[in-house]
Nanobody
Framework: QVQLVESGGGLVQAGGSLRLSCAAS??????MGWLRQAPGKEREFVAG????????AYADSVKGRFTISRDTAKDTVYLQMNSLKPEDTAVYYC?????????????????WGQGTQVTVSS
């Protein structure tokens, strides 16, 4: 059974940092990523990474502030979020699938975690 389990969300002040983790089990994915959904908005791509980490992708809104990384030995992907802004407030979902490069379209991810809340206060 495939499972993606996120952790690390919480409440932080603007300018602060959080680190999200997502542990995969049941199979190995060539691509893992993070997407987020704010209240009243569609789920959007945040960052993605390939198995060997030679290919990464970021949404323009998080470039330079967020860093995605992967520990293949632990089947875990991380999202280091720095300089957080109130507009980063959302439920963050870990997602995975098998592609050559990280897709930015949420419809290309078939496997999802349950989500973790990130709230950034101003």
């Amino acid at each position: 059974q495939v499972q993606l389990v996120e952790s690390g969300g919480g409440l932080v002040q603007a300018g602060g940092s959080l680190r999200l983790s997502c542990a995969a089990s049941g199979r190995t994915f060539s691509i893992m990523g993070w997407l987020r959904q704010a209240p009243g908005k569609e789920r959007e791509f945040v960052a993605g990474i390939s198995w060997s980490a030679d290919s990464t992708a970021y949404a323009d809104s998080v470039k330079g502030r967020f860093t995605i990384s992967r520990d293949t030995a632990k089947d875990t992907v991380y999202l280091q979020m720095n300089s957080l802004k109130p507009e980063d407030t959302a439920v963050y979902y870990c997602a995975a699938d098998s592609w050559a490069r990280p897709p930015t379209d949420r419809s290309h991810y078939r496997y999802w975690g349950q989500g973790t809340q990130v709230t950034v206060s101003s």
